[in-house]
């Protein structure tokens, strides 16, 4: 069935560093969405990403749809200790209309400050 | 986009016991979603309830163990029935977006322990 992998699972950086994840699936996507979590939070959205190609940027946070439309890449420039969390990406089930997600496995983000 | 809510934040209940959690928007939505997120895991779907119909459940979660109603278009409850510790997790509720078809926004999510 479908699935999303993403990398690396986690990541320990020093404050100010970029990061970069990505996800990867073995079919199509026709749309990336980018999620982060916060401990004891519900998932927000930060970024959607629709077109192949596309890359659309939410302050220092970037995103791509890969070209295949089988990935996507999150970027996070000079991070900050706020940017702890964990970070998932989705994207549509391919059974119907029902508007149901798939979701990666995320990628746990710590930041030393 | 939408604000949502859930009651209570968090609850530990004995085995065998229900528990049932509220989501309620501050807008009309079409559609709702149930997922359990297991301690450093990620999302799983439970089920998609639209106003008017009963909830569609996903493979492995049926109806007798977590029944679901949605009287209103701002509103859902989903019971966790009969209760084991292997129910201890988080449950969340989403909501569709009205800018993209897949887009969904989270409650802030209920904190279960069964002991």
């Known amino acids: 069935g479908q699935q999303l992998n993403q990398s690396p699972q986690s990541m320990f950086i020093q404050e100010g560093e970029d990061v970069s994840m990505n996800c990867t699936s073995s079919s199509i996507f026709n749309t990336w969405l980018w999620y982060k979590q916060d401990p004891g939070e519900g998932p927000v959205l930060l970024i959607a990403l629709y077109k192949a190609g596309e890359l659309t940027s939410n302050g220092r946070l970037t995103a791509q749809f890969g070209i295949t439309r089988k990935d996507s890449f999150l970027n996070i420039s000079a991070s900050i200790p706020s940017d702890v969390g964990i970070y998932f990406c989705a994207g549509p089930h391919n059974a119907g209309n029902n508007r149901k997600l798939i979701w990666g496995l995320g990628t746990s983000l710590a930041v030393n400050p | ?115």
Do not use: H
């Open chain 2, 1 to 115: 986009s939408a604000v949502i809510s859930q009651k209570p934040s968090r609850d530990i209940c004995q085995r065998g016991t229900s528990l049932t959690i509220q989501c309620q928007v501050d807008s009309q939505v079409t559609m709702m979603f149930w997922y359990r997120q297991q301690p450093g895991q990620s999302l799983t779907l439970i089920a998609t309830a639209n106003q008017g119909s009963e909830a569609t459940y996903e493979s492995g979660f049926v109806i007798d163990k977590f029944p679901i109603s949605r009287p209103n278009l701002t509103f859902s409850t989903l019971t966790v029935s009969n209760m084991s510790p292997e129910d201890s997790s988080i449950y969340l509720c989403s909501v569709n977006g009205d800018r993209g078809v897949y887009e969904q926004y989270f409650g802030p999510g209920t904190r279960l322990t069964v002991t």
